[in-house]
């Protein structure tokens, strides 16, 4: 099944023209910077805003089809909304929050997410009784899930809803996310500017610029995009990876298993699972040999695919290590030189274990 949009909308001096689909379930995030069109776009799939032209379909159901005239109303596409502020009502408590989001359900729809699990996956329980005035920012936007949840969407909209948290409260919040992510086949468009959350979150990321779009793909793909380091600056450029837990080796240390390379990772999990790491093209040194006699734990063969000019006096180079796992590297031009890099060059890769980023998938891999 498939998330397909097609929109155009005109809104003063700005001007939206975005065409992308996605596979669904899984979470797809709208990224850019401020100001880019993410919130626009959301509105105009949820039908809070019209569309000048455009059409939107989930699987074979189509809910906007400008050249038909048609554009079904927002009470009627059973899409669930959530803002920065998780506007709830404030003379309902958690409780009544939740029951109007149930209530929200056509009469005879089915309602596959139940009630107990949705308090339970949001840890809800405790605070059934309270008002929204006597919860923190993370639970509020919690409550506000779970009645967006309640409703029973065919998708889920996520405008920006850690961008009014603290970092503490961001934390609090994540996790929960991610098991939305992994138990319910529910698709998520999930906007964002903070790419570690997209990093977190995100099976598939579109890459927004004034209205437009830069690159969408899979989020291992578009990490290494020259347009995504344009916004997210030098020292966030980096490779995604995602590969499988295979053992713990002696001193307690995760191995997986990324294309044809195992890496080891700083971050427990059980065997079979997966895991998305993220390297920084900043942490990863080359090397014309294999080097010993390191405390580096990751020492991986790789052949080089690109070496192209950076900011700076620096090159970046793509490197292949094996069933299109790709790493970047960012290192000095004279560097690249003594090493005489180029593409087909069989090199070594070394990366620290405590480098690498993890995020651990709930589902483990199929």
Same mark, same amino acid.
């Given at each position: ?7 155009? =909308? /005109?809104?003063?001096?700005?001007? #939206? ?12 995030? #709208? ?6 069109? =993410? ?55 958690? *409780? ?6 149930? =209530? +929200? &359900? ?28 006597? @919860?923190?920012?993370?639970? =509020? ?12 969407? +065919? *998708?889920? @909209? ?49 890459? &927004? !610029?004034?209205?437009?779009? &830069? ?33 713990? !080796? ?6 997986? +298993? ?15 699972? $997966? ?6 093209? $900043? ?35 793509? #490197? ?9 590297? +960012?290192?000095?031009? $004279? ?21 690498? /980023? ?9």
């Amino acid at each position: 099944m498939m998330l397909r949009v097609q929109l155009r =909308k /005109r809104r003063g001096d700005f001007s #939206l023209d975005v065409n992308f689909h996605a596979p669904v379930p899984g979470i797809t995030a #709208l990224f850019g910077r401020s100001g880019c069109g =993410k919130s626009t776009l959301i509105s105009l799939i949820a039908g809070l805003l019209s569309p000048d032209h455009g059409r939107v379909q989930i699987g074979e159901e189509v809910l906007v089809d400008s050249d038909r005239g048609y554009e079904l109303d927002a009470r009627h596409r059973r899409i669930g909304v959530v803002f920065q502020d998780a506007r709830l009502f404030p003379h309902f408590s958690v *409780l009544g929050n939740l029951q109007y989001g149930a =209530k +929200r &359900l056509p009469r005879g729809q089915p309602a596959p997410i139940g009630f107990d699990d949705v308090v339970t996956m949001l840890g809800l329980g405790a605070l059934l009784q309270r008002r929204p005035h006597e @919860l923190s920012g993370g639970e =509020k936007q919690r409550v506000a899930l779970g009645r967006a949840l309640l409703a029973q969407p +065919r *998708l889920l @909209l996520l405008d920006e809803p850690l961008a009014s948290l603290d970092l503490a409260r961001r934390e609090e919040v994540l996790p929960y996310l991610e098991k939305l992510r992994d138990a319910l086949a529910i698709p998520i468009v999930y906007v964002s500017h903070q790419f570690d959350e997209v990093l977190r979150l995100a099976t598939r990321v579109v890459l &927004l !610029d004034a209205g437009r779009v &830069l690159a969408d793909g899979e989020l291992a793909a578009v990490s290494r995009h020259p347009a995504l380091r344009e916004i997210v600056g030098p020292d966030a450029v980096g490779a995604v990876m995602t590969g499988v837990v295979e053992r713990v !080796d002696e001193a307690g240390l995760t191995v997986m +298993r990324v294309g044809d390379a195992e890496f080891v990772v700083d971050e427990p999990a059980p065997l079979g699972q $997966r895991i998305q790491i993220q390297v920084l093209a $900043r942490d990863v040194i080359v090397a014309a040999s294999r080097p010993s006699g390191l405390s580096v734990r990751n020492v991986v063969s790789a052949r080089v695919v690109s070496v192209t000019p950076d900011v700076g006096r620096a090159v970046l180079v793509e #490197l292949d290590v094996g069933r299109t796992a790709t790493l970047l590297a +960012r290192i000095t031009s $004279r560097a690249s030189q003594e090493l005489e890099l180029s593409a087909d060059r069989q090199v070594w890769v070394l990366i620290k274990a405590v480098s690498l /980023r993890g995020h651990v998938f709930s589902a483990p891999a199929r």
